[in-house]
């Protein structure tokens, strides 16, 4: 009985219900093959990154779920929420159940900047910071100080825009969004003035696209302030404006020239953007009191510009800072892991053991090719990963026991409580039914009790 045919289906483990993980489902569902794909979630709520990553400001970007929720409806699609992937099952285990798992975890930590003070209180990751407001469980009593003036965002992403953006809305522009309550009333009890959003390289090199910065200028209450000085763009970074694939840093650039040009208006608050400045250190007696900035130079061809260290220095009061300098992989129990780029090692997809594959093992998203790309970069990444997959049928060892029925049971006896895409559908609807009450798009449930209170 070959796999893949009506009398014995594919059966596929998608790990993760981000947009690599629904992206996968999607290209599996749809190819030729006969496939049945079950996707665990840790957490209740589906979404992975559209959920909590996401902007909660940005709420089209967010209408990408109405595509997930067509993958869901297929019929040989099931969602299997609140199962934690290592601790409720075991890979061995997916393994027994499933001919293929294809792990779409995500990048769950964060980079560190490895400087004095990092650790100190009020020094954060940015990603904390962004779970929080959008209401992650697990960042749920996470505390942020805003009672200072002064917040500094160390890096230049559009993480960090969304960080620096969020800080210095007003409370209506974030009521409108579908932030989390407790967010909203910490935010809104917010003392901070001004908000430093601090680049190691130049104007031309910043890593945030041009729709994000542009609209940092659109705020209701906050002005922006860019040196004139570094608009003033060395011959490299020039060349580099002019290289294919720059037009966006070369609106950047011109978004950026207009601002350096445009008079403070005093309005409530200012974000200060700061080019060719690295963090030196954090210092405080108990927490976070200043930041010192190193000045750098560039150096290096075009395209390939690095920031040095010019030995000169500048420190910052502040109370709060936020790195923001990339996400980064977390390994997971039986999955061969690339310490250092915080990824699984893959060959297209297909996981690696050094030169051999993991058996039945494939990655997608960001776990497989790094924190980088907007959400629709994971579909190509999915595809890709599931391409390869398909062309390995011949050589997967199908699994000894292919029933979902079996795992559903395995779950209730250790007291697991699924929840399926219907109950998701009943969270979902309580949410916007809590929300609509405040005069908001969606309050959202923030523990997995309350969550799992809804459906009874
Ligand atoms: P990112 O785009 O890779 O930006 C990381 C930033 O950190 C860069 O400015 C980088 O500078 C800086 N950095 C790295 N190491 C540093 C160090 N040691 N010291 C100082 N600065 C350092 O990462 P991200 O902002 O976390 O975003 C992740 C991905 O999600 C990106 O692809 C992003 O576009 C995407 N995203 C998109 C949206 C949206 O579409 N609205 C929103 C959020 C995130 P260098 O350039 O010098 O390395």
């Known amino acids: 009985m070959s796999l893949g045919s009506e009398n014995r289906p594919l059966r596929v483990a998608i790990v993760g219900s981000g947009p690599s ?16 794909v079950d996707m665990f979630e840790r957490l209740p709520v589906p ?9 909660p400001d940005h709420l089209k970007i967010k209408n990408v ?5 067509r993958t869901a409806q297929n019929e040989r699609f099931s969602y299997f929420g609140n199962v934690a992937i290592g601790s409720d099952l075991t890979i061995p285990e997916l393994r027994e159940h499933y001919d293929a798992i294809v792990l779409a975890v995500g990048a769950a930590s964060d980079r560190s900047l490895g400087i004095p003070g990092e650790d100190l209180v009020g020094s954060h990751a940015a990603t904390e910071f962004v779970a929080w407001y959008n209401g992650h469980p697990d960042y749920r009593d996470c505390q942020f100080d805003l009672s200072g003036e002064t917040a500094v965002v160390i890096g230049q992403g559009n993480v960090a825009i969304d960080v620096a953006r969020i800080l210095a809305k007003t409370v209506d522009e974030l009521r409108e969004s579908d932030i989390a309550n ?12 001004t908000i430093y959003l601090v680049g190691r390289r130049g104007p031309a090199q910043a890593a945030f696209t041009s729709a994000e910065i542009k609209e940092m200028g659109e705020l209701a209450d906050c002005d922006l302030r860019v040196s004139p000085a570094d608009m003033t763009l060395s011959d490299a970074s020039l060349t580099e404006l002019e290289m294919s694939g720059n037009a966006g840093k070369k609106k950047n650039v011109t978004i950026l020239t207009a601002y350096s040009q445009s008079p403070s208006e005093n309005r409530g608050r200012v974000v200060d953007i700061r080019f060719f400045q690295s963090p030196v250190e954090i210092t405080g007696e108990d927490r976070v009191e200043e930041i010192v900035l190193g000045t750098n130079t560039l150096t290096g061809d075009a395209g390939a510009q690095r920031a040095s260290d010019s030995g000169e220095r500048e420190t910052l009061a502040c109370g709060l800072v936020f790195r923001s300098v990339g996400y980064r992989g977390v390994a997971m129990d039986h999955v061969p892991f690339h310490e250092a780029w915080g990824v ?3 060959e297209n997809g297909r ?6 594959p ?13 924190p980088s790309g907007v959400i629709g970069t994971n579909k190509a990444d999915s595809v890709e990963t599931v391409g390869t997959l398909l062309g390995d049928l011949a050589s997967l060892t199908p699994c000894s026991r292919p ?9 209730a006896e250790r007291g697991v409580r699924v929840v399926t895409y219907e109950d998701w559908g009943k969270i979902d609807a309580a949410e916007i039914a809590r929300g609509e009450k405040q005069g908001r798009c969606r309050d959202k449930l923030v523990t997995v009790d309350e969550m799992l209170t809804f459906l009874g």
């Open 344 to 346: 699984f090692p893959h």
């Open 21 to 36: 993980g629904f992206y996968a489902a999607d290209s599996l569902l749809k190819s030729e093959c006969v496939v049945d």
């Open 403 to 411: 029933d979902s029925g079996a795992v559903r049971e395995l779950l």
């Open 182 to 193: 407790h967010a909203l009333e910490a935010l809104a009890e917010s003392k901070i003035k």
């Open 358 to 370: 993991a058996p039945g093992l494939y990655a997608t998203g960001w776990i497989k090719r790094g």
């Open 47 to 55: 979404f992975g990154l559209v959920r909590f990553g996401v902007a």
């Open 65 to 69: 779920t109405r595509v997930y929720d």
């Open 351 to 356: 996981v690696m053991e050094g030169d051999a």
